[in-house]
């Protein structure tokens, strides 16, 4: 038996569902997550925006100030976001290929990886701090147009802006990034490429802000993406992965709002 296939055969032994390898979806049940999930938010958002809705939604936020109103709207459209996204996920994993929730990354791992995960994050935090840095000062006109983009949505709600990117995000992106996309990558790549390409994946979700500020976090957030694919590959869960991005996006957040 290869050194492979005992690793394998390890994440296969119960309490560790089956090799991310043998994961039972395909190309089409991506492709037509990325169909449906569309299809569901265009559905929510004419629910959200028709009168009587909106009208209720005004109706509950009367008499606090227009910072407040804009972080309970942008946490309220995010959680909305990814519940749609999670509807549809589980409907084709657990409905149309017939999978288990442990089978998306959502089991215990051992003990120790707790302290790795934060060990991560911190190691993540500081270099991926001074790779921003490096890439400012070689395009010093360079504007990261996250920031901007975040203290709109939530001004200095944190108690708004917490919830959403360091709660809701990782816990939503861990399940599309890493255990479903990356584990559909695993059924054909080798760990590092697969690492690599849904890392990119992940940072191209992020990205929007023009082209010249996605040169400024477009590599970071790929780097990052390919640290949480590596926890999940060897951890054989999501958990790991999802405290360093929580980790990873708190610290992030403070800084910007």
Do not use: K
């Not at 804009?70 to 149309?96: D, H, K, M, P, S």
């Not at 991560?120 to 935090?125: D, F, K, V, Y």
């Not at 255990?179 to 790549?189: C, K, N, P």
């Amino acid at each position: 038996m290869t050194r492979q296939d005992a690793d394998a055969l390890q994440r296969a032994t119960p309490g560790h569902g089956r090799p991310l390898s043998a994961a039972p979806w395909d190309w089409s049940d991506v492709l037509l997550f990325l169909l449906l999930f569309f299809s569901g938010l265009a559905i929510a958002d004419a629910i959200l925006l028709a009168s009587p809705v909106e009208a209720f939604g005004r109706s509950l936020l009367h008499g606090v100030g227009p910072q407040t109103q804009t972080a309970t709207g942008n946490l309220f459209l995010q959680t909305v976001t990814y519940l749609v996204g999670i509807a549809v996920l589980l409907g084709l994993v657990l409905g149309r290929r017939h999978a288990h929730l442990d089978d998306l990354g959502w089991r215990m791992p051992r003990l120790r990886w707790i302290p790795v995960a934060l060990v991560a994050a911190a190691i993540s935090l500081v270099a991926l701090s001074y790779l921003l840095d490096l890439l400012q000062a070689l395009f010093p006109h360079v504007q990261n147009a996250q920031v901007p983009q975040v203290q709109a949505e939530y001004g200095h709600a944190l108690s708004f802006a917490i919830p959403a990117v360091a709660v809701v995000a990782p816990l939503a992106e861990e399940t599309f990034f890493r255990g479903f996309i990356y584990t559909w990558m695993r059924r054909h790549l080798r760990v590092p490429v697969a690492a690599i390409l849904s890392g990119c994946f992940f940072a191209a979700a992020h990205l929007g802000y023009g082209v010249q500020s996605e040169l400024l976090i477009g590599l970071p957030l790929a780097l990052l993406g390919v640290v949480l694919a590596l926890l999940y590959e060897y951890s054989g869960s999501l958990m790991p992965g999802a405290i360093v991005h929580a980790v990873f996006n708190l610290v992030n957040i403070i800084q910007i709002v």
